[in-house]
């Protein structure tokens, strides 16, 4: 037998004598947070001897002492919907603050289906007997205790229970392994009446201890006011809203670019729904799947409906492991849509489902018979797609399911609007089939359909409009297009990102004078009254750190393809980069801050692309 633990932060597996184990059961559950205590009522509810462990006082997690109330999309549906009807009528009958109820109520639901839970307690070890979770060692008030079990469902968020078992993982974003930015919730209290706000700050390695907590001073310090819109009262909630972390490798993971290229899992147990939002503003430092969608076409506000394969919460390589957490597997760029708190809930009835089936049929959870899983779910209601299309206009009065436009013809009627990207979306799809409809467009004498069949081929990697986007550049085309409800791009930030995707060596000098130019932010594009955006430019000018970021990755994607540039570029990069005034020009926050956070790291990015051209 194995013990898998951490000492010291390394991960130890050493041969060990197969303990006494005091206790047995179904299920353990490490963790009872959002997924957590929802599957610790389901797998209770299926019949399985079930036990929470919980590192806190209280069940909820992020919905609960992080203050999260709402639900962000989502599709409704599942067994979660019956236990969120019960915290209402407590709420309803005791208490005004939701949270309070979400703890409360929940715990005894928890404990009324027959679930055992341990606060305070946590776990240390995982034992494994031929690459198969047979029990764990766990922290407890009363001492460190050996338990065996079942199945184990990693439910802690982070993975950390699966990556103790030694799941292989990942973390952050491929070019400088930063993470979505996390928040803070307040909870006011005026005028008889509790509301909650939200505050996004910046990143943080949960991972890390000392890192961690430093993000907890800063975001509270930061947020200490003694009153907020003649508000009586303020709550600061104990537990900060982290949105991305640790990403278990599982047996299926759902990436951007399959579900782009309409590659979906045949054996789905619920379908996420909603954007691909990163709360942030250094959209350009991403894939380039989700460049293109974002930037390239100014999409990142569309909905989509993604279906979530149950391979997606069974680790690789160690059965009897569940992870039914933001942890499961997604790739960062779905994970924004994927982790949102009824997904969360719904993983749960898909654990405590496999467990159980797992049981009937004495068989490992990668075996359970999909379509006896698949019955169960469409049951609940957990598994359904109420929607005609996986994308969707939404969070407007009147939301519609999109459709791709397939006729090359008719996309110089949506080019020609200030809403272009479904056609330039639509005409990335077409591929070349596009080309011929879109180059005589390049001479048409309305300016909107002109530039926007520039940018259209550009995404096809044709540079018959290059000149057009350059023009773009050297004008600081400032035109805030109108495709989706928030986020969206000036046109011409979307061109300095196509012509680094084109990889134009001749924008290189317009392109440095973005970042060089003393005068820069004289230019009417950051100052224009049409963004729409709550950073001004006081705290962030989010329009000119568009303009930089763009054109910074611009410069390194023409470097990284062009050798004979890299000097120059580089060159400029020094220059730019030379003292802090690159910073004053984006922000006044400081740099713990998301803001400040973002604009520090345009020297870093810049800097380490400079010295990998240098080796």
Known sequence: MILSELREGKLLQTETAAPAFQLQY???????GTAGGMAAIFSAENGLKTLGIESFNCVGGTITISGVDGHYFGIAGGRYTAVDDDVLAFQDAHTKMQMEARILAQEEIILHSGATIWYDSLILGVYLENNTVVGVKALTPGGIVSVACSVLMDCTAEGTVAHLAGCASGYGRELD???QPYSMVTSVFLNGHYYTTNCDFGRVDQRNDKALSEALIFSRAEDMVEARNNASSLLQLPLIGIREGRRIETEETVFLKDFFADRYTDKPVLYAYADLDKHGWDIAFDSEE???WTIGANLG????VVPIPVGAIIPKTIDGLLVPCRAFGVDRDIAS?????????KLAEVAADLALLAKENSCPLRCVPYDALKARLEESGCLRNPFDSYYRVDGVDNPTDLYFIEDAKELEKTLATDKPGWAIWSAKRLGDGAKDALIPLLKSEDENTRKHAALA???LGDSSGVEILRQMLTQRDGKMLADCRKLNQQRGCMAIYLLGK???QESVNALLEVLTDPNELDKPAYHTKELGTRYVVLDFNNAYFQFASNAMMALIRIGDRHPGCRERISAGFRQAFADGSYYTKITTKPSMSSE???AENLKAVAFAASQRWAQ
Do not use: Q, Y
């Open 502 to 504: 084109l990889g134009d």
């Open 290 to 292: 989700l460049c293109d």
């Open 337 to 345: 849509c994927a982790r949102m708190v009824p997904n969360m809930k």
């Open 457 to 459: 081929l550009a995404m």
């Open 26 to 32: 179904d299920v353990v559950i490490a963790g009872l």
């Open 301 to 304: 506000a569309i909905n989509v």
């Open 177 to 179: 392994g930063f993470v």
């Open 596 to 598: 400040g956070g973002m």
